[in-house]
């Protein structure tokens, strides 16, 4: 298994929040689904599904989501899921999303690894994918 890095951009799109499923006491439970296009060493379409939960306090709260990504990463085909868990702690941010254990398909088969992102002050993504094969 050789470790290799991908980077890239990603552009967002349909970002559907359903009514909060829960709401006591000012903190809220919901579902949010939203679309993804990669570019770069990873090529492709990703479809994710985020469980949101709210607070009162303003940047405290946190989302988990599963993402699966289809597309083309270093001219290998297949696909794969990915796992997030995002925490904001009145501001205070960590994310890790990492590829769930034998979830990839096709040329992508054994993948493993982790995906850091950034939102740049213009507001665009980037992403650096640390992974093995």
Do not use: C
């Not at 298994?1 to 991908?6: R, S, Y």
């Not at 709401?23 to 689904?33: E, F, I, K, P, S």
């Not at 939203?34 to 405290?60: I, R, W, Y």
């Amino acid at each position: 298994m050789n470790a290799m890095t991908a980077k890239g951009t990603f552009d967002t799109a349909d970002w559907n929040a359903k009514p909060p499923y829960e709401d006591r006491d000012g903190v809220t439970l919901g579902l949010v689904t939203m679309s993804k296009t990669f570019h770069g060493d990873l090529t492709g379409t990703s479809v994710v599904t985020l469980l949101v939960a709210s607070t009162p306090v303003e940047d405290s709260r946190s989302y988990v989501a599963l993402e699966r990504i289809e597309g083309t990463l270093h001219g290998l085909s297949g696909s794969f899921v990915v796992q997030h868990n995002a925490v904001s702690d009145k501001g205070e941010q960590s994310l890790r999303i990492s590829v769930v254990p034998d979830s990839a398909t096709g040329e992508l088969r054994g993948l493993r690894g982790d995906m850091g992102i950034v939102i740049g002050p213009d507001g665009g993504h980037s992403y650096t994918f640390d992974y093995r094969l």
